[in-house]
Structures are given as C-alpha cells and as structure tokens.
C-alpha cells in the first residue's frame, strides 16, 4: 500500500498516458500537483544505468543539503544497492512501469527516516529517457536531526503495474547467498 501522495502521482502517470506505453514529458503539467512540487524530481538518462537530475523540488534539496541539479541519482545511495537500483530502473523504462522505492535516508551522525521514492518513466522526443519522481516521507523527518541525509538505502522496491489489469510485483532483493558456508554473492 503507497501513501496517498505516491498513489496520487501515480494515478496522475496513469491517467496522462492514454492509450501510449509512458506519457509525454510534454503532457505532464506541473501545475497539476503543485502542492506536490517540494517533493517532486526529475531524471534524465544519460546512459545505461546514469541518471542525473534535471529538476529537484526544495524538500530534496533541503533534505540532502545540496543543490542536486545534475547531480548523479545513483551517488545518493549505498554503494551496495546502486546495481539493483539501476537494474530495477531500467527495466522499468523498459516494461514501462513505475517504481516505488521503500527506502531508509540516513544522516552522517546516525539519524533515520523513512521514505516511498517514487520512480514514473517519461518518453520525451529523445524515447524513453526521464523520470518523474517524488520524495515521499513515511516517518518523521525530526528523526534526521536537522542534518542532511548522507545515504539512501533501499528497503524494498515494487514495480506497479502500467496497465490496471497487470499484477503488481515486489523484485525481489538478494542480500546474501552462501554455499557450505562460504559467501559466494550479496
């Protein structure tokens, strides 16, 4: 279950599609969730698996203490999920569906937080090659302490289904795998 923001930003995504695997970059209007804005985001592909932000509205900027126009997507997070972060964001350009993101956004000092990231994939003249996206909080930000948030870690991440009669699905997340106890993947 998303909160009522993310579903919202969805349904919107949904909704300006139409019959088209992605909406337009051209046919999503800002002004229609403008409350929104603070927590709202956009990517730009830059290659396989690269994104950098074109747009970040003032709760990231404030959040992550950073202006983060241009700045890489993926650097936000724990080295050790940026592969499965890029995979699962790939493949939503691919199958054209939207990724919510349960993750945890942690200060240098020790303060956690928790958030839905929202990841809804754009076409624009160049094909698929954006996402729109939201900060979500789902815990007090007081938690943070005031400080900037230094990593994002993921917790879970849900592809949700382009189409209403398609299932959404949980990918799922290889933390560690051992053979006669010798570790042979994480």
């Not at 199958?95 to 945890?104: G, K, Y």
């Amino acid at each position: 279950m998303s909160h009522s923001n993310t579903q919202r930003l969805t349904d919107y995504w949904r909704a300006r599609r139409g019959v088209l695997r992605a909406p337009l970059r051209s046919n999503v209007d800002p002004s229609d969730f403008a409350d929104l804005l603070p927590q709202v985001f956009m990517l730009g592909r830059l290659g396989a698996g690269h994104y950098s932000f074109r747009l970040a509205g003032g709760l990231l900027t404030d959040l992550h203490g950073q202006e983060l126009r241009k700045a890489d997507f993926s650097s936000l997070w724990v080295q050790f999920d940026r592969a499965q972060l890029n995979s699962a964001m790939e493949n939503a350009l691919r199958r054209s569906h939207v990724l919510v993101i349960e993750a945890d956004g942690a200060t240098a000092q020790g303060g956690v937080a928790a958030f839905e990231i929202l990841l809804a994939p754009l076409v624009s003249k160049n094909g698929f090659d954006r996402f729109l996206g939201l900060y979500q909080p789902t815990s007090p930000l007081s938690r943070l302490d005031d400080r900037p948030v230094s990593r994002l870690s993921i917790k879970l991440i849900r592809a949700l289904a382009g189409a209403p009669d398609m299932a959404d699905q949980t990918v799922p997340q290889l933390r560690l795998a051992a053979v006669d106890g010798r570790r042979i993947a994480s």
